[in-house]
Nanobody, 118 residues
Framework: EIQLVESGGGVVQAGGSLRLSCKLS??????????IGWFRQAPGKEREGVCD????????YYIDSVKGRFTISRDNAKNTVSLQMNSLKPEDTAVYYC?????????WGQGTQVTVSS
């Protein structure tokens, strides 16, 4: 069982940067047991996957719209996954959620708001 807490959201001008963090609390398992991803949901739209990082090799995958701008990283010692977001665009505005995917269950954080003004 794990709990995930996102932080780092805020309001930024277009072209600016934010760094989001997802802190995991783990019970009965290990941080390394989970693939971690970031999702986002804009007002009136469905939640979409943004990127993820695997537990085995740290392989990262990104949707086309954020490639070259967003970077996901994993710090096993701190049980933390970060999302560095650069060159932000107004269309990046959304609530960002992290999730942890284990062998059986998927867990979600509460989300953090990112607003990019034009």
């Amino acid at each position: 069982e794990i709990q995930l807490v996102e932080s780092g959201g805020g309001v930024v001008q277009a072209g600016g940067s934010l760094r989001l963090s997802c802190k995991l609390s783990v019970s009965g398992s290990a941080f390394e047991d989970y693939d971690i991803g970031w999702f986002r949901q804009a007002p009136g739209k469905e939640r979409e996957g943004v990127c993820d990082i695997t537990r085995r090799y740290g392989e990262a995958y990104y949707i086309d719209s954020v490639k070259g701008r967003f970077t996901i990283s994993r710090d096993n010692a701190k049980n933390t996954v970060s999302l560095q977001m650069n060159s932000l665009k107004p269309e990046d505005t959304a609530v960002y959620y992290c999730n942890g995917v284990g062998l059986i269950k998927t867990y979600w954080g509460q989300g953090t708001q990112v607003t990019v003004s034009s």
